[in-house]
């Protein structure tokens, strides 16, 4: 297809001609910690009730997977200054298959921190929808590019830099 009335060609390919194609730190909000890693949470830190830590194995391909609780105490979370992730925060997995699949945390009732293999992301949301976000970050297209940007010996993984350089139309 040559020419799409309304659409551009991009790197990323045919998108509306209002959009522009942005690299994934360029959508975050201006708040503080809106692109930061969780936090390197230690099996004697876990305890039975408290602060929720939500790990790579609750984050599902576009999806929160409630499952493996587990928590800090409020003390341990001031202690090691963990960084709060927020009801719809965007979490996105710097490890394990698929690297780069992400998920929108649901309003848990609780506190809650993630592991340092996951990515906080607020995003600008005067500036891109977090479902979209969300969607996008879990389509085959992007899923491919995280795993092109990814390195690692024995496991796969992608740093924050290289995640930064993701491209969203």
């Known amino acids: 297809m040559e020419n799409r009335e309304g659409y551009k060609k991009t790197e990323l390919g045919w998108i509306p001609e ?34 929720r830590l939500i790990q790579t194995s609750n984050i599902g391909i576009g ?12 003390i341990s979370f001031k202690e090691l200054k963990c960084k709060e992730v927020k ?4 979490l996105i997995c710097r490890l394990a298959e698929p690297i780069g699949r992400s998920c929108i945390v649901p309003n848990l009732s609780t506190k809650n921190i993630t592991a340092v293999d996951v990515t ?27 795993k092109k940007l990814s390195g690692g010996s024995t496991r796969q993984r992608i740093n924050r830099t290289n995640l930064a350089k993701t491209k969203l139309p």
């Open 18 to 51: 209002s959009w522009e194609v942005k690299q994934l730190d360029n959508l975050k909000s201006d708040e503080e910690n809106s692109f930061i890693d969780g936090d390197w949470i230690e099996t004697p830190y876990i305890t039975s009730s408290g602060i």
């Open 63 to 74: 999806k929160f997977i409630d499952k493996n609780k587990k928590y800090i105490s409020e």
């Open 87 to 90: 009801n719809q925060d965007i």
């Open 120 to 146: 906080i992301f607020r995003p600008n949301t005067f500036m891109v929808c977090r479902n979209y976000i969300n969607y996008y970050l879990n389509s085959e297209k992007a899923l491919n590019v995280v």
